[in-house]
């Protein structure tokens, strides 16, 4: 089955700067990637998501890029902001199928 | 859009009662229901997926017969946590999944159960 990892588990950065969270699958037939950011004691939220299609993908300060050769694709938060403090997991997938989520990356962004 | 609600968000039972928890999708149709379970600073791990009038695929290593799962319509479906103990004490979410969003799955706020 697919196995998803996630690096950092923990990012701290001073506001302002920026963030990125690096996730590798090994699946191949995987072919949706979303990004989802966790509050404390809420459900998950999608952020943004990219097709394997698609290479880079942006949304006002968030962006993902997608390396299908190397299998591995990254969430990029530019000008961080002390709200952007949480937990971000990335999933890998295919259509009409389950999600496999990676381990989650602690993002704390100090003031 | 997409919204999809939880409830109770937080339910304290005594070990071998049951409880049950809905998972609903407020604007629109879900064909497909996830569920989750969450322990503290761990990722998510999918217990069932479930299809509106269908029975629910588990996951291995779950237990179909404790943790029982309902889709009888397109908007809820329900968990019920059988005979309950203190080690099913958890967090659990639900996603949904719909007609229009073929690939995205919507979650839900969880819902925290405390076993006693």
């Not at chain 1, 302002?16 to 809420?42: H, R």
């Not at chain 2, 604007?27 to 509106?52: G, H, I, V």
Request: proline share 4%; aromatic share 10%.
């Amino acid at each position: 089955g697919e196995n998803v990892e996630q690096h950092p588990s923990t990012l701290s950065v001073q506001e302002g700067d920026s963030a990125v969270i690096k996730c590798t699958y090994s699946d191949s037939a995987s072919n949706y990637f979303p990004w989802y950011k966790q509050e404390l004691g809420k459900g998950p939220q999608l952020i943004i998501d990219i097709r394997s299609n698609v290479g880079e993908k942006k949304d006002q300060r968030i962006a993902v890029t997608l390396n299908k050769t190397a299998k591995h694709f990254s969430l990029h938060i530019t000008e961080t902001q002390p709200e952007d403090s949480a937990v971000y997991f990335c999933a890998a997938g295919t259509v009409f199928n389950k999600f496999y989520f990676g381990s989650g990356t602690k993002l704390n962004v100090k003031p | 859009g997409a919204v999809v609600s939880q409830h109770p968000s937080r339910v304290i039972c005594k070990s071998g009662t049951s409880v049950k928890i809905e998972c609903r999708s407020l604007d629109f149709q879900a064909t497909t229901m996830f569920w989750y379970r969450q322990f503290p600073k761990k990722s998510l791990m999918l217990m069932a997926t479930s299809n509106e009038g269908s029975k629910a695929t588990y996951e291995q290593g779950v237990e179909k017969d404790k943790f029982l799962i309902n889709h009888a319509s397109l908007t809820l479906s329900t968990l019920t946590v059988t005979s309950a103990h203190p080690e099913d004490s958890s967090f659990y979410i639900c996603s949904a999944r719909g007609t229009g969003y073929q690939e995205t799955q919507y979650f839900g706020p969880g819902t925290r159960l405390l076993v006693l």
